[in-house]
């Protein structure tokens, strides 16, 4: 059933996309842009810019950025990034500054939401275009046609967001489905053209489109206008409550919230479409949490009405997290030596 609403939602979202391109925020002519690319939360500081962050759960996030000034902005959000409780950063509770900020849920009752973690990865004018792997249209079009990506950076930036959220719960799944399904990926492909060729405004030419080189990481913004970025994230914090969009999260780069670097590392794949959400997700819990992978095993997912519960995680997921985490640490053994040097 999830595969045929998939499938029935992503011919609703591409039919209803425009064939001309979409209206987009206008290119700036040369000189009026700023100069300079300003770091965001540079530029939060600075009062140039509003940014929040609202998570929907522990696996997705929106950071929504608003230029207050009277000058267009040229901006980038932080590679890696953690979405933080504004009490628990505050203090309620036993609440640090960052760190493992404990803090009181909704009604001053409980442990502080969990804090999550995301990555923008240099993605262009989506920015969050490596938010998600875009796992059917990567199948639909292959690893290799940059078509896939053109369609992802609809999908983070324009798509409606009950279609994001589809795709999102269900995409990974509906593209193994349709992998050994050459008429059912032919009818996604049809679908995704039309975005694909309305987003760029150009109509395929021989069966090719003309994309161009992806733009660098940053992204303008215009005075007083917003855009919002989608990302996927991954709990930071295990056993405290689910993040909620109810609750006032502030934007902060990883770095302040964990200083090691394999959890960066961890992030950096998420962000880049390498590993799924779950794969990250464990191998997070692992690094943030200490959490032993035999306990990560044992995680359930509870089932309410007599349904039998099942792992949280595939044998396969803790499988691939734990290379995931031995290539962190390659990594980071790989540096030591560089810094000893620099000492």
Known sequence: ???????????????????????????????????????????????????????????????????????????????????????????????????????????????????????????????????FPCWVAREVYGPHDPRWVVFRDWLTTEAPAWFHDAYVEHGESFAAWIQDKPAAKQAVRFLMDMVVAGRRGE?????QFRVPEPAPGTFPLQPHKTRTFRFAT??????????????????????????????????????????????????????????????????MIDHAGGDPDEPFFSVAELAAAQVLVAAADKQQNARKPERSQAD
């Open 203 to 207: 109509a395929p030419v021989g069966g």
């Open 1 to 131: 059933m999830p595969r045929l609403v998939l499938l029935c939602a992503i011919a609703v979202a591409c039919l209803s996309t425009p064939a001309s391109a979409p209206a987009r925020e206008p290119r700036a002519s040369r000189g009026t842009m700023s100069a300079a690319v300003e770091d965001v939360l540079e530029a939060e500081k600075a009062g140039l810019v509003e940014v929040k962050y609202i998570p929907n759960d522990s696996r997705s996030a929106q950071i929504v950025v608003t230029n207050r000034s009277d000058r267009p902005l040229t901006l980038r959000l932080p590679g890696a990034f953690a979405g933080v409780p504004v009490l628990a950063q505050l203090g309620g509770m036993g609440g640090g500054g960052g760190g493992n900020a404990a803090g009181f849920g909704a009604g001053g009752i409980g442990a502080a939401p969990q804090s999550t973690g995301g990555g923008a990865q240099n993605a262009g004018m989506g920015i969050g275009g490596n938010a």
């Open 234 to 299: 991954v709990c930071l914090e295990h056993g405290k409550p689910e993040p909620s969009p109810r609750i006032p999260y502030k934007l902060q780069r990883l770095e302040s919230f964990s200083g090691d670097p394999r959890l960066a590392f961890v992030i950096d794949g998420l962000a880049s479409g390498a590993v799924t959400q779950k794969v990250a997700q464990a191998a997070a819990w692992h690094i943030a949490n200490g959490l032993p992978w035999e306990r990560l095993a044992a995680e």
